[in-house]
Structures are given as C-alpha cells and as structure tokens.
C-alpha cells in the first residue's frame, strides 16, 4: 500500500521582535510578531529522513532577531523584503537563480 505525500511547507511562528531606535528627544518602540512559512518539494524529509533541503526553525528566529538589529527602525514592508531575501538565499533547497 503506498501513500502520497500532500503539498509541502513548514516554518516558524510566533517570532516576537522588540526594538528600540533611541533618539536625542525620545526611544521609539516597535514590536512585531512575524511568520515564516516555506513551500517547497520536500519529499525527501518524509520518505528517507534527510533533513538536508530544509532552513533549520531555529535559524530563521535567529536570523529575524540579526537582521532586525541591524536596522531597527526599518519599515516592516523593507524588513520583509530584505529578511525573505536572506532566508531564500539561505536556503539549502533554493531552485536557481531569484529574479532581481
């Protein structure tokens, strides 16, 4: 008996980013609570346990909180943009070349 395995994607939750861009006047805050989510064939997870075509959780965490520190007070659309970028270049199972 075989099984076929549905449409592919897994990711991470729940990222809390807290940030703090200090002023001469005033500290502005921001907080922000991001999802990671990737698709993709990751059929060899399933079928033969090699883990290797997929961005550990734990780096995507961790790479937001880098990313986030670099530029605190980045617009939200400017740090999607440059983070997806980061983690599609990062990632093990990347198909080619992304358009500009």
Do not use: C, Q
């Amino acid at each position: 008996m075989g099984f076929e395995l549905g449409h592919n994607r897994y990711g991470k939750a729940g990222i809390h980013l807290a940030t703090v861009v200090r002023g001469e006047e005033r500290h502005e805050f921001s907080e922000r609570e991001i999802e990671v989510r990737l698709e993709g064939d990751f059929d060899e997870v399933h079928t033969e346990g090699d883990n290797a075509t997929v961005l550990p959780t734990d780096t995507m965490r961790s790479s937001a909180y880098a990313l986030a520190f670099e530029h605190p007070g980045e617009a939200l659309e400017t740090f999607a943009l440059r983070y997806s970028r980061y983690l599609l270049d990062a990632s093990p199972r990347r198909a080619g070349p992304r358009p500009g």
